[in-house]
């Protein structure tokens, strides 16, 4: 049985137990990489995103010893910190409405260390070109409707944990993911010629 995220968390405060802070990194890294490379796009400076969020967990950890919140979801804590290392990053080149994309083909990132499922190659190029699409189709709707999708595709939180993450209240987060779904299924009607989202 894997012991719960708490008592992980708790292993490494109270002992310094790295491999309890490994487990719970090994655990979550998907989650967290597939929100950050929904957010810019770019497997490589994803890559560095997420390891830039972890020095911050790692940082915020030490610092808060003795007053780090046990009773919340250390998942939902870590979630904020991502957030807002891609925000940082978003802000500073001055494209949060419209991220460029962009891939290093010949580099090996974290996202391409992930297991392979071992399908047969045509199958592996029908899911790929439906992943470029999808991913192109999450890419044209709203920022706001982008990172509450991610949230909840990629993260797993619930409502009311996206709605305090983004600082909303409930209904928008819900609302934000129903026009999200909207948009992305106008564009599955149309793939030839997508629609402006709807805000």
């Known amino acids: 049985m894997h012991p719960p995220d708490e008592e992980l968390v708790a292993a490494y405060l109270d002992r310094g137990d790295q491999q309890a802070f490994r487990t719970l990194v090994e655990r979550h890294q998907e989650r967290i ?46 979630m904020r910190i991502a957030r807002n290392t891609a925000l940082d990053h978003l802000r500073s080149r001055k494209k949060w409405q419209d991220v460029e994309a962009g891939s290093d083909e010949e580099g090996t990132s974290f ?10 190659a045509d199958d592996r190029l029908h899911r790929l070109e439906q992943q470029a699409w999808l991913d192109e189709a999450i890419r044209r709707l709203p920022p706001e409707q982008r990172e509450v999708l991610l949230l909840r595709h990629e993260t797993d939180l619930t409502f ?13 987060a819900l609302g934000r993911m129903r026009y999200a779904l909207l948009n992305l299924r106008r ?11 709807e805000a």
């Open 187 to 197: 564009q599955m009607s149309t793939p030839s010629n997508p629609q402006k989202a």
């Open 33 to 78: 990489f597939g929100y950050l490379m929904g957010m810019v796009h770019d497997r490589d400076l994803a890559n560095d995103l997420f390891q830039e969020t972890f020095y911050r967990v790692l940082a915020a950890m030490q610092r808060q010893r003795g007053s780090y919140d046990r009773q919340g979801r250390w998942l939902a804590w870590v």
């Open 111 to 120: 996202w391409e260390r992930l297991p392979d499922e071992a399908l047969p």
């Open 160 to 172: 009311r944990e996206i709605a305090e993450l983004t600082g909303v209240s409930i209904n928008t």
